[in-house]
């Protein structure tokens, strides 16, 4: 009846069992949060009652909820619509399942301000370990407003799951489902190795880093061809655009991380013939861990296709 893992119940606060990550749930008699709902089944039991299985998904796993006695309100939820829940774990003949108490679609002002990374839907990740260093990044901001910077990007939006399932390029580095994904988390370890960024440099870092591809998610398509936008527009031109909201925020808290932020993104590479020259080590290493990536992927991948 479900695909919930059997954990024993433990004793849990109030605070604990508000917003928890779905792969913890089973821990819980009951829980309640926000979470992407992601599709949804209608089915009848033994006396033709209806009765609907809804999928909820976050950053830890996706699960099943059974929802009785709303039927009509169930039938008119989107997909990838944004919901309150409140559930109670119940048991029948040994199975242990998720039963829905209370359900409510949360209007997109109210959901930006409530949801966090692990908003993200892990179904669309084709590779789930990915995501997870994704989150492992995010929760190593120091910065509450860096991080609410990645939610307000990332979250909510299709541009989240175009990112979790869109390639990096379509012949060279990273060409394949969750690609650039994989690249943007390699380019991030890639500058923490040297271990010689500290503090708000670090967290620029690293959010930089984590968007500095994200255009491609307009460009390129799940299936690896150029889009009509991306016929004529560059993923770079692109970036500002897709974080326009998110920078407007940022700018009432951290103004300076938002300015260096934009400049990193956009400053020159050398030996070009315009814009900007980086101004900040990290403009500089960013676009070296870029390269080294791209190219050591796409190195690894033409030698295993040779062999």
């Not at 829980?31 to 599709?39: D, H, P, R």
């Not at 039927?71 to 008119?76: I, K, M, R, S, T």
């Not at 009432?252 to 020259?277: D, W």
Request: proline content about 4%; some cysteine; aromatic content about 8%.
């Amino acid at each position: 009846m479900t695909n919930l893992p059997q954990t024993q119940l433990i004793p849990a606060t109030v605070e604990q069992s508000i917003q928890p990550l779905l792969a913890e749930v089973a821990s819980f008699k009951r829980f309640k949060g926000a979470y992407s709902l992601v599709g949804s089944t209608e089915r009848y039991d033994k006396s033709g009652k209806a009765y609907w299985i809804i999928k909820l998904s976050d950053i830890s796993t996706s699960i099943n909820v059974y929802c009785f006695n709303m039927n009509e309100y169930v039938e008119q939820l989107a997909c990838n619509a944004i919901v309150h829940i409140e559930a109670t774990l119940k048991y029948v003949d040994g199975y242990q399942y998720v039963r829905c108490a209370f359900l409510q679609r949360l209007p997109s002002n109210v959901s930006r301000k409530v949801l966090s990374i692990n908003s993200l839907p892990s179904c669309y990740s084709p590779a789930p370990e990915t995501l997870l260093q994704l989150k492992t990044l995010v929760d190593s901001l120091s910065s509450r407003h860096l991080t609410r910077f990645m939610s307000d990007v990332l979250v909510g939006r299709d541009i989240g799951i175009y990112y979790l399932q869109c390639p990096a390029s379509i012949r060279h580095h990273h060409s394949f489902a969750g690609g650039l994904l994989a690249h943007s988390i390699d380019v991030a370890n890639k500058l923490l190795s040297e271990n010689q960024l500290k503090g708000a440099e670090r967290d620029i870092a690293i959010v930089a880093a984590l968007i500095h591809d994200i255009g491609k998610t307009r460009t390129l398509s799940l299936t690896g061809h150029r889009t009509h936008l991306g016929a004529v527009v560059d993923h770079d031109e692109l970036t500002l655009e897709i974080c326009a909201k998110a920078f407007v925020k940022l700018d009432k808290f951290e103004p300076q991380s938002a300015v260096m932020l934009r400049h990193i993104l956009t400053c020159a590479s050398p030996g070009s013939r315009c814009g900007y020259e980086a101004i900040t080590p990290i403009a500089s290493k960013l676009q070296l861990a870029d390269k080294a990536s791209a190219s050591m992927h796409f190195t690894t991948t033409t030698l295993a296709q040779i062999a």
